[in-house]
C-alpha cells in the first residue's frame, strides 16, 4: 500500500464529490472502505471517541 487518503480528500483534489469519487474507485477495482470494518474496529472507535476531552 502506497498511503491512505480519506474519500473527502481524494475528492477534493480530483474536484468532484465523494460519491463520484467513490463510484471512480469502485470501477478501479479500488476497495472503499467506509467506515469500522469489524467489531472490534468500531469498538476501537468508540472508545477513541470517549476519550476525547
Known amino acids: 500500500m502506497l498511503g491512505k ?3 473527502g480528500k481524494a475528492a477534493e483534489r480530483a474536484d468532484v464529490t ?3 469519487m467513490k463510484d471512480i474507485l ?4 479500488v476497495e472503499v ?3 469500522p470494518q ?8 468508540v472508545e477513541t ?3 476525547i476531552e
Open 5 to 7: 487518503i480519506s474519500l
Open 18 to 20: 465523494r460519491w463520484e
Open 26 to 29: 469502485t470501477e478501479a477495482d
Open 33 to 35: 472502505r467506509l467506515g
Open 38 to 45: 469489524t467489531m472490534d474496529d468500531l469498538e476501537d472507535e
Open 49 to 51: 471517541a470517549l476519550d
